[in-house]
């Protein structure tokens, strides 16, 4: 961590000493919970302000811990030295205790005389705290207020805490640290005013309001999303459009709401390679536990990546500055886009730095600036103010731009031109044949070193960029001119032949092509390489880069791309290659929907997207083609112009298609089209090229509702078919209702819509929608829209018995059934809808017409509350043995496994409490019958039964009829057997089954069951070793099944019978570990019960005796990356006791196993454990054992970074302490390992920051 010491705390004036006790005194507050309005500070140090620099005073109680004594503390700061003498005279002026002092004794309070010169020695820091404690019981309630006095080395460690502060102070000295900065070192390198932009030019990519937000509200919603710990925000736009001075913003206290503080903000440009990089200084800001907001302005994709990945649940909120968005960003991170400056605030701008302009000028400026701030203020400086600017042609301003006041140079031009061809290029291994700018310098008569040095004057210029060995023309307004320049006197056959020497080269031409899709040079190449025996010619052969490089020039010629795409949907190879078996699958959809944004390609595109999505799995989340094709049919952030009605036209020919997929796909896009909210921009092409936007936008409330009055009418339409159709349409629309109504007020549209449904269906789920939304939405609402919508609910309410259990039965929401308006808890909603429901039981058994009519969706499909409603059955039937017949009569229509059983449990349930005699004749009957005996080990256990029940169970088992999954149900009635049966019937299942998953959740249901958790039998403990001896332990990511075993273990391995089983066990375990069939991991409880029952057989199967046992010690490192130790469970006496049966194996072997360090508990350094002290007091030669432990402090490979530096300094520092050991040859061994240690992780470190700057960070 950047270390601050007392020398730095001296360097302050006073001012700025005082304000550094005030902010700090802030910090501790905000600690304890509190606000800062607590604290007050100001004024010179000798003014006369009663002696108080920085006063505190709260009321709520603050941490023991804290830097500030108590609730009323006065802090007396001074830049000068203190002496005892100092102190008297500063405490009585005039020989009497100031009144400011005294007043502290009323409510305890503290005094803090605070020095940043003078002497930190102990002896003198006593003698000035006992002045205080003199003074101070010279006062009749002294003895009520605490004191201190805190030099200059005390405010250092003070500083440390908050690691923000430590750039503030850096940046008061002068010190600024390696490319770090805190607020006031980072705002004043612009120093220049933020002028707000009143235009509306930032864009959220998961904000579902809108699709652009005005400046004051983007800056709001980002500092909102910075106040959430471990959040990544990723801030991006063209070069020179000002990302950088919109951060600044964020902690502009003249600036919207919600401000961010200016100490907690940590500043670095990446391009400025700030030492220690990022990934490791995030790191150390991680283990001080404090909140910060770590800017990283021009952060390559992968360092972003890295960061969100380490700053992921920690205090710190991340916000990195890029000129462009990766389509692979982390999911956690939200992107912001910042779209180039209206020319009013570029005008704005140049008025208020260049005074001597006149507006016209200002205004031609802004013109041809394209929004672009840096490229306006670099031509501002190139220009004359005696000039009429305003009537320069834009050729003319840019050869000023370029030249910006030095001579003319047409070979630095020619040069710009040559090397802007390429959206970026390394000046890497310049002198080999294959170098880049080698290939680059081919273009011209200039030789790669001349280039080079060219590309060095314009970098000076501020038209190049740097990172690493990359460099990139920008910003890139200038570089597409240049590059434009460059097409139209360069052979196009010559340009390609020269870059296609180099793959990357070749794609970063590709992508600078793309921001010149209107030229001819850029259509002539891209068709070049589209046409037969180019590049492209075969779609079905394109390797990755040539896919990205068509992905570029899409946006030069989409129709012929898409006639490209076409001839393959009418080809032979068709199926083959529209599939998501296609490795580029996403990709070329990406590619189509990029085309599909005009409206004249939207319907081809779609047409083959729709292709693409109907080979693909259902299922499939990532890089879903399906997910793609739904934005393209949401009224905003669809990114296509494609009219209303053209989008609808292709939901109607899907639906009304004679395939399935075809009529499923289209009923998804009708159901994404009327959504009204949670709208994300999902494709990874900047809205900045080729002048696009993200799509069609409804302009006004008008257009909006017309995009849904159209969808319902078609509705409509479906609906008066009165086919299958029309109920999944209905279904749909049931679900939209709260949102149709309560954002868009379509009352008009969904009264007609529900009237028309009424004529002829019951609208169930129309009915719970509109439950859902007076639920919910009534607030929200005025009197007249729940006055109607109260009638359209009356209209819907169920008329008929028919009606009736189709609400409470096939609803989705059965929750939402009642409570709608009564304010009920959950519990008495669902006991009102299950009563509910069983009363449409007993009214239905009475009519078995319209019971047969629902039997098959009740005992094949999905249904709430059947349970209940099977109650009411048993219950109303005058028959039950007949209705139990039409039961079984409807499910020999079907698969029998298939049938939801929760009707006949129900029904069996309550009629076991009417008639016992008839429910065991029926389960007697069901247990032979060629239909139920499948599924009669859940019907058995439907109800509490008696021995009978047990014997039906276990001649189920005998006769192998049903399934050994089917017995899985004995889990949810566990406590009617005995422990004597249970083991029985649990033996006879695994003499059955062939896995042991059904027997251990058996097993471990019973161990759950209250009162009877305290023992278990002797029957069941033989059980379970057979159970655990049958198990593979083979099975990986099943934490269930390993928390069950666990269980398992706890209970039956206890005692000095189960040592076999324990040590078969653990054989198993390593075994499959070393054959990596299995990590350790998969099993971490099942390990740390083994270590807890079994300690002795634990240390002897796992750590052993010989190194060849160590093969294991790879999987237990990663075991513990999981979860803590399992050798904690294992006193550190019996752990030494086992090791001197053989010392000169076993206590080198369980180094690798053992925790070497725990944490110190009163800060966050570590020691050496208990556990290995004991081990080096104990062993003969401790060399040997140092060095073992030694090896254990690094990482198994050497891939790791930023977290594993901080661990590892840690445990270095660790052992550095044991340089002060009485034992000389450990001390002597301590100093010499710490210094060979830090040289290692320097050396490492060194490595990943040259690795850094390895990757193409421009692209």
Same mark, same amino acid.
């Given at each position: 961590?950047?270390?601050?010491?007392?020398?730095?705390?001296?360097?302050?004036?006073?001012?700025?000493?005082?304000?550094?006790?005030?902010?700090?005194?802030?910090?501790?507050?905000?600690?304890?919970?509190?606000?800062?309005?607590?604290?007050?500070?100001?004024?010179?140090?000798?003014?006369?302000?009663?002696?108080?620099?920085?006063?505190?005073?709260?009321?709520?109680?603050?941490?023991?811990?804290?830097?500030?004594?108590?609730?009323?503390?006065?802090?007396?700061?001074?830049?000068?030295?203190?002496?005892?003498?100092?102190?008297?005279?500063?405490?009585?002026?005039?020989?009497?205790?100031?009144?400011?002092?005294?007043?502290?004794?009323?409510?305890?309070?503290?005094?803090?005389?605070?020095?940043?010169?003078?002497?930190?020695?102990?002896?003198?820091?006593?003698?000035?705290?006992?002045?205080?404690?003199?003074?101070?019981?010279?006062?009749?309630?002294?003895?009520?207020?605490?004191?201190?006095?805190?030099?200059?080395?005390?405010?250092?460690?003070?500083?440390?805490?908050?690691?923000?502060?430590?750039?503030?102070?850096?940046?008061?000295?002068?010190?600024?640290?390696?490319?770090?900065?805190?607020?006031?070192?980072?705002?004043?390198?612009?120093?220049?005013?933020?002028?707000?932009?009143?235009?509306?030019?930032?864009?959220?990519?998961?904000?579902?309001?809108?699709?652009?937000?005005?400046?004051?509200?983007?800056?709001?919603?980002?500092?909102?999303?910075?106040?959430?710990?471990?959040?990544?925000?990723?801030?991006?736009?063209?070069?020179?459009?000002?990302?950088?001075?919109?951060?600044?913003?964020?902690?502009?206290?003249?600036?919207?709401?919600?401000?961010?503080?200016?100490?907690?903000?940590?500043?670095?440009?990446?391009?400025?390679?700030?030492?220690?990089?990022?990934?490791?200084?995030?790191?150390?800001?991680?283990?001080?536990?404090?909140?910060?907001?770590?800017?990283?302005?021009?952060?390559?994709?992968?360092?972003?990546?890295?960061?969100?990945?380490?700053?992921?649940?920690?205090?710190?909120?991340?916000?990195?500055?890029?000129?462009?968005?990766?389509?692979?960003?982390?999911?956690?991170?939200?992107?912001?886009?910042?779209?180039?400056?209206?020319?009013?605030?570029?005008?704005?701008?140049?008025?208020?730095?260049?005074?001597?302009?006149?507006?016209?000028?200002?205004?031609?400026?802004?013109?041809?600036?394209?929004?672009?701030?840096?490229?306006?203020?670099?031509?501002?400086?190139?220009?004359?103010?005696?000039?009429?600017?305003?009537?320069?042609?834009?050729?003319?301003?840019?050869?000023?731009?370029?030249?910006?006041?030095?001579?003319?140079?047409?070979?630095?031009?020619?040069?710009?031109?040559?090397?802007?061809?390429?959206?970026?290029?390394?000046?890497?291994?310049?002198?080999?044949?294959?170098?880049?700018?080698?290939?680059?310098?081919?273009?011209?008569?200039?030789?790669?070193?001349?280039?080079?040095?060219?590309?060095?004057?314009?970098?000076?210029?501020?038209?190049?960029?740097?990172?690493?060995?990359?460099?990139?023309?920008?910003?890139?307004?200038?570089?597409?001119?240049? +590059?434009?320049?460059? %097409?139209?006197?360069?052979?196009? #056959?010559?340009?390609? =032949? !020269?870059?296609? *020497? @180099?793959? $990357?080269? /070749?794609?970063?031409?590709?992508?600078?092509?793309?921001?010149?899709?209107?030229?001819?040079?850029?259509?002539?190449?891209?068709?070049?390489?589209?046409?037969?025996?180019?590049?492209?010619?075969?779609?079905?052969?394109?390797?990755?880069?040539?896919?990205?490089?068509?992905?570029?020039?899409?946006?030069?010629?989409?129709?012929?791309?898409?006639?490209?795409?076409?001839?393959?949907?009418?080809?032979?190879?068709?199926?083959?290659?529209?599939?998501?078996?296609?490795?580029?699958?996403?990709?070329?959809?990406?590619?189509?929907?990029?085309?599909?944004?005009?409206?004249?390609?939207?319907?081809? +595109?779609?047409?083959? %997207?729709?292709?693409?999505?109907? #080979?693909?799995?259902? =299922? !499939?989340?990532? *890089? @879903?083609? $399906?997910? /793609?094709?739904?934005?393209?049919?949401?009224?905003?952030?669809?990114?296509?112009?494609?009219?209303?009605?053209?989008?609808?036209?292709?939901?109607?020919?899907?639906?009304?298609?004679?395939?399935?997929?075809?009529?499923?796909?289209?009923?998804?896009?009708?159901?994404?089209?009327?959504?009204?909210?949670?709208?994300?921009?999902?494709?990874?092409?900047?809205?900045?090229?080729?002048?696009?936007?993200?799509?069609?936008?409804?302009?006004?409330?008008?257009?909006?509702?017309?995009?849904?009055?159209?969808?319902?009418?078609?509705?409509?339409?479906?609906?008066?078919?009165?086919?299958?159709?029309?109920?999944?349409?209905?279904?749909?629309?049931?679900?939209?209702?709260?949102?149709?109504?309560?954002?868009?007020?379509?009352?008009?549209? /969904?009264?007609?819509?529900?009237?028309?449904?009424?004529?002829?269906?019951?609208?169930?789920?129309?009915?719970?929608?509109?439950?859902?939304?007076?639920?919910?939405?009534?607030?929200?609402?005025?009197?007249?829209?729940?006055?109607?919508?109260?009638?359209?609910?009356?209209?819907?309410?169920?008329?008929?018995?028919?009606?009736?259990?189709?609400?409470?039965?096939?609803?989705?929401?059965?929750?939402?059934?009642?409570?709608?308006?009564?304010?009920?808890?959950?519990?008495?909603?669902?006991?009102?809808?299950?009563?509910?429901?069983?009363?449409?039981?007993?009214?239905?058994?009475?009519?078995?017409?319209?019971?047969?009519?629902?039997?098959?969706?009740?005992?094949?499909?999905?249904?709430?509350?059947?349970?209940?409603?099977?109650?009411?059955?048993?219950?109303?039937?005058?028959?039950?043995?007949?209705?139990?017949?039409?039961?079984?009569?409807?499910?020999?229509?079907?698969?029998?496994?298939?049938?939801?059983?929760?009707?006949?449990?129900?029904?069996?349930?309550?009629?076991?409490?009417?008639?016992?005699?008839?429910?065991?004749?029926?389960?007697?009957?069901?247990?032979?019958?060629?239909?139920?005996?499948?599924?009669?080990?859940?019907?058995?256990?439907?109800?509490?039964?008696?021995?009978?029940?047990?014997?039906?169970?276990?001649?189920?088992?005998?006769?192998?009829?049903?399934?050994?999954?089917?017995?899985?149900?004995?889990?949810?009635?566990?406590?009617?057997?005995?422990?004597?049966?249970?083991?029985?019937?649990?033996?006879?299942?695994?003499?059955?089954?062939?896995?042991?998953?059904?027997?251990?959740?058996?097993?471990?249901?019973?161990?759950?069951?209250?009162?009877?958790?305290?023992?278990?039998?002797?029957?069941?403990?033989?059980?379970?070793?057979?159970?655990?001896?049958?198990?593979?332990?083979?099975?990986?990511?099943?934490?269930?099944?390993?928390?069950?075993?666990?269980?398992?273990?706890?209970?039956?391995?206890?005692?000095?019978?189960?040592?076999?089983?324990?040590?078969?066990?653990?054989?198993?375990?390593?075994?499959?570990?070393?054959?990596?069939?299995?990590?350790?991991?998969?099993?971490?409880?099942?390990?740390?019960?083994?270590?807890?029952?079994?300690?002795?057989?634990?240390?002897?199967?796992?750590?052993?005796?010989?190194?060849?046992?160590?093969?294991?010690?790879?999987?237990?490192?990663?075991?513990?990356?999981?979860?803590?130790?399992?050798?904690?469970?294992?006193?550190?006496?019996?752990?030494?006791?086992?090791?001197?049966?053989?010392?000169?194996?076993?206590?080198?072997?369980?180094?690798?196993?053992?925790?070497?360090?725990?944490?110190?508990?009163?800060?966050?350094?570590?020691?050496?454990?208990?556990?290995?002290?004991?081990?080096?007091?104990?062993?003969?030669?401790?060399?040997?054992?140092?060095?073992?432990?030694?090896?254990?402090?690094?990482?198994?490979?050497?891939?790791?970074?930023?977290?594993?530096?901080?661990?590892?300094?840690?445990?270095?520092?660790?052992?550095?302490?044991?340089?002060?050991?009485?034992?000389?040859?450990?001390?002597?061994?301590?100093?010499?390992?710490?210094?060979?240690?830090?040289?290692?992780?320097?050396?490492?470190?060194?490595?990943?920051?040259?690795?850094?700057?390895?990757?193409?960070?421009?692209?």
């Amino acid at each position: 961590m950047i270390e601050i010491t007392g020398n730095d705390i001296k360097k302050l004036n006073d001012t700025d000493l005082r304000t550094l006790i005030g902010l700090l005194c802030e910090e501790e507050l905000e600690r304890s919970n509190i606000s800062r309005k607590g604290v007050t500070w100001g004024g010179h140090q000798n003014a006369r302000d009663g002696g108080v620099d920085v006063r505190v005073k709260v009321s709520s109680e603050i941490n023991q811990d804290s830097f500030i004594p108590a609730g009323n503390t006065i802090f007396q700061v001074k830049a000068t030295d203190m002496p005892a003498k100092e102190i008297i005279k500063e405490m009585c002026p005039k020989g009497r205790l100031r009144k400011t002092i005294k007043k502290l004794s009323d409510d305890n309070g503290a005094y803090v005389i605070v020095s940043s010169k003078g002497s930190v020695a102990e002896p003198a820091l006593e003698n000035r705290r006992e002045a205080i404690n003199s003074v101070l019981l010279d006062f009749k309630k002294g003895h009520n207020i605490k004191y201190d006095f805190y030099d200059r080395n005390r405010i250092a460690s003070w500083v440390r805490s908050y690691p923000a502060l430590i750039f503030w102070l850096r940046d008061k000295i002068s010190a600024p640290v390696n490319g770090w900065q805190g607020y006031e070192g980072w705002i004043n390198l612009s120093g220049n005013k933020y002028i707000v932009d009143e235009k509306v030019r930032l864009f959220n990519n998961t904000k579902s309001s809108s699709d652009r937000l005005p400046i004051v509200d983007g800056i709001n919603l980002i500092r909102e999303k910075m106040q959430q710990n471990g959040l990544a925000i990723r801030l991006v736009g063209l070069s020179g459009v000002g990302k950088t001075s919109l951060v600044q913003a964020l902690f502009n206290e003249k600036i919207g709401k919600n401000l961010l503080e200016k100490t907690k903000v940590i500043y670095t440009d990446y391009s400025d390679k700030p030492e220690p990089p990022p990934k490791i200084f995030a790191q150390q800001l991680i283990a001080l536990n404090e909140k910060v907001y770590l800017i990283i302005d021009n952060c390559p994709p992968d360092i972003h990546r890295k960061l969100t990945e380490i700053c992921s649940n920690s205090l710190i909120s991340l916000l990195t500055v890029e000129y462009d968005v990766k389509e692979d960003l982390p999911e956690e991170t939200e992107v912001f886009y910042l779209e180039p400056a209206s020319d009013e605030l570029i005008e704005k701008v140049i008025l208020n730095q260049y005074k001597e302009f006149r507006r016209l000028d200002a205004r031609r400026i802004a013109e041809f600036s394209g929004g672009n701030s840096r490229i306006a203020k670099a031509l501002a400086n190139a220009l004359n103010k005696d000039e009429n600017i305003s009537e320069l042609k834009d050729e003319v301003l840019f050869n000023r731009l370029f030249r910006q006041r030095n001579e003319k140079n047409n070979n630095l031009l020619e040069a710009a031109e040559i090397l802007a061809l390429v959206y970026s290029f390394s000046i890497k291994n310049m002198e080999r044949k294959d170098s880049e700018l080698k290939i680059l310098s081919s273009l011209s008569e200039f030789s790669s070193v001349k280039l080079c040095r060219y590309a060095n004057q314009l970098q000076k210029r501020g038209l190049i960029q740097e990172r690493g060995q990359w460099r990139a023309v920008l910003p890139r307004a200038i570089a597409n001119r240049l +590059a434009k320049r460059a %097409l139209e006197y360069l052979p196009k #056959n010559i340009i390609y =032949n !020269k870059l296609s *020497k @180099s793959n $990357r080269l /070749l794609r970063s031409f590709s992508r600078r092509l793309s921001y010149l899709n209107n030229t001819r040079g850029a259509k002539q190449i891209a068709n070049f390489w589209l046409a037969k025996g180019g590049i492209l010619a075969d779609l079905t052969s394109l390797d990755k880069i040539e896919v990205e490089i068509l992905k570029n020039i899409s946006l030069i010629i989409p129709e012929n791309i898409l006639l490209k795409f076409e001839e393959l949907y009418f080809s032979e190879q068709k199926n083959k290659f529209f599939n998501s078996e296609n490795d580029y699958a996403y990709e070329y959809a990406q590619i189509l929907i990029y085309i599909s944004y005009k409206a004249e390609y939207f319907n081809r +595109a779609v047409k083959i %997207l729709i292709l693409f999505t109907l #080979n693909e799995k259902p =299922n !499939k989340n990532y *890089k @879903s083609v $399906r997910k /793609l094709l739904f934005c393209l049919f949401h009224i905003q952030l669809s990114g296509t112009h494609a009219s209303p009605e053209q989008r609808l036209s292709v939901i109607k020919d899907l639906i009304e298609s004679k395939s399935d997929n075809k009529v499923s796909l289209g009923l998804d896009l009708f159901k994404e089209a009327l959504k009204t909210n949670n709208f994300m921009y999902l494709f990874n092409f900047s809205p900045f090229i080729g002048n696009r936007d993200y799509g069609y936008y409804p302009k006004t409330k008008k257009e909006v509702e017309q995009w849904y009055k159209s969808l319902l009418k078609y509705a409509v339409k479906i609906i008066n078919s009165n086919d299958s159709l029309s109920r999944k349409i209905e279904e749909i629309l049931g679900d939209s209702f709260r949102n149709l109504w309560g954002n868009i007020c379509l009352y008009d549209e /969904l009264e007609s819509l529900t009237q028309e449904i009424r004529k002829n269906n019951f609208w169930r789920s129309g009915l719970n929608g509109i439950n859902r939304t007076l639920k919910y939405d009534q607030e929200r609402m005025d009197d007249t829209a729940i006055e109607r919508l109260k009638k359209l609910k009356s209209l819907l309410e169920p008329d008929t018995l028919e009606e009736e259990v189709e609400l409470f039965l096939f609803s989705r929401h059965g929750i939402d059934l009642y409570g709608a308006d009564n304010g009920l808890e959950i519990a008495d909603r669902r006991k009102l809808v299950n009563k509910k429901a069983k009363s449409l039981g007993v009214r239905t058994a009475g009519n078995i017409e319209l019971l047969k009519s629902l039997l098959s969706k009740l005992l094949f499909e999905r249904s709430i509350n059947a349970n209940s409603f099977g109650q009411g059955l048993a219950l109303g039937a005058d028959d039950p043995e007949f209705l139990w017949a039409v039961f079984k009569s409807e499910i020999k229509k079907g698969e029998v496994l298939k049938c939801k059983l929760q009707l006949l449990k129900g029904f069996l349930n309550e009629l076991a409490d009417i008639n016992y005699k008839l429910t065991n004749e029926i389960l007697n009957n069901s247990l032979e019958d060629e239909v139920l005996a499948e599924i009669f080990p859940n019907l058995q256990m439907s109800y509490i039964f008696d021995k009978k029940g047990v014997t039906r169970l276990k001649k189920s088992l005998s006769l192998s009829m049903a399934p050994i999954e089917e017995y899985q149900s004995l889990t949810y009635n566990i406590g009617i057997f005995n422990d004597k049966d249970l083991a029985e019937i649990i033996q006879m299942i695994l003499n059955k089954a062939e896995n042991v998953q059904i027997p251990i959740e058996i097993f471990h249901s019973r161990l759950s069951v209250p009162n009877k958790n305290a023992e278990i039998s002797d029957n069941l403990i033989n059980t379970a070793h057979q159970i655990l001896l049958n198990y593979s332990f083979e099975n990986r990511n099943d934490h269930g099944l390993d928390f069950q075993i666990s269980d398992i273990i706890k209970r039956a391995l206890n005692n000095e019978s189960s040592k076999t089983v324990a040590k078969i066990i653990c054989e198993k375990l390593k075994v499959n570990s070393i054959n990596f069939k299995i990590g350790l991991s998969d099993y971490n409880n099942v390990i740390t019960a083994l270590a807890q029952v079994q300690p002795q057989t634990f240390l002897n199967q796992f750590i052993g005796d010989s190194e060849d046992e160590n093969r294991i010690n790879y999987g237990w490192r990663n075991l513990l990356s999981f979860q803590a130790n399992p050798l904690d469970q294992i006193d550190n006496q019996l752990i030494i006791s086992w090791c001197e049966e053989n010392k000169k194996d076993r206590y080198l072997n369980i180094i690798g196993f053992i925790d070497l360090f725990e944490k110190d508990k009163e800060d966050d350094s570590l020691r050496l454990s208990d556990l290995a002290n004991l081990i080096i007091n104990n062993v003969q030669d401790k060399i040997e054992i140092l060095e073992k432990i030694s090896k254990n402090i690094m990482p198994a490979t050497w891939t790791w970074s930023g977290s594993e530096y901080v661990v590892i300094e840690k445990r270095i520092k660790a052992i550095g302490e044991l340089k002060c050991h009485q034992n000389q040859e450990i001390a002597i061994w301590a100093k010499r390992k710490e210094i060979e240690l830090t040289q290692i992780i320097e050396k490492e470190k060194q490595k990943e920051r040259e690795q850094d700057l390895l990757y193409p960070a421009f692209e």
